[in-house]
């Protein structure tokens, strides 16, 4: 699978960025999605994630409230909107996916906040908020 994330940009502190990732494949519901990102200097670490239908997810605490994880599996696209954008949120962002076995229990014991977790990666997208 290939994924390929956009939508990245300049946006000023407070504003709001929607940024897509596009998957190769046509059977997405067969895949569990997350978001990563990584600033300048600093280790990739967790955004969120959406379970196989898009019915669960999980946020990081720093993006909870802020960021919402959606996708269309029809349309074969993660999408990632953010709100309330702050400097701190300046990254590269990643779309990341993985095959798993789309049940509640793998959602709930599998530890997809990790990224060894994850089988496919995008190739990223900038994002960077002016104070």
């Known amino acids: 699978v290939q994924l390929q994330a956009s939508g990245g940009g300049l946006v000023q502190a407070g504003g709001s960025l929607k940024v897509s990732c596009v998957a190769s494949?046509?059977?997405?519901?067969?895949?569990?999605l997350g978001w990563f990102r990584q600033a300048p200097g600093m280790e990739r670490e967790f955004v969120g994630r959406?379970?196989?239908?898009?019915?669960?997810?999980r946020y990081a605490e720093s993006v909870k409230g802020r960021f919402i994880i959606t996708r269309d599996n029809a349309k074969s696209t993660l999408y990632l909107q953010m709100n309330g954008l702050k400097p701190d949120d300046t990254a590269v962002y990643y779309c990341?996916?993985?095959?798993?076995?789309?049940?509640?229990?793998?959602?709930?014991?599998?530890?997809?906040?990790?990224?060894?977790?994850?089988?496919?990666w995008g190739q990223g997208t900038q994002v960077t908020v002016s104070s």
């Open positions: 990341a996916a993985d095959r798993g076995t789309a049940s509640s229990h793998e959602w709930n014991t599998k530890d997809y906040n990790a990224q060894s977790e994850y089988t496919y």
């Open positions: 494949t046509r059977t997405l519901h067969d895949y569990v």
């Open positions: 959406i379970s196989w239908s898009g019915r669960y997810t």
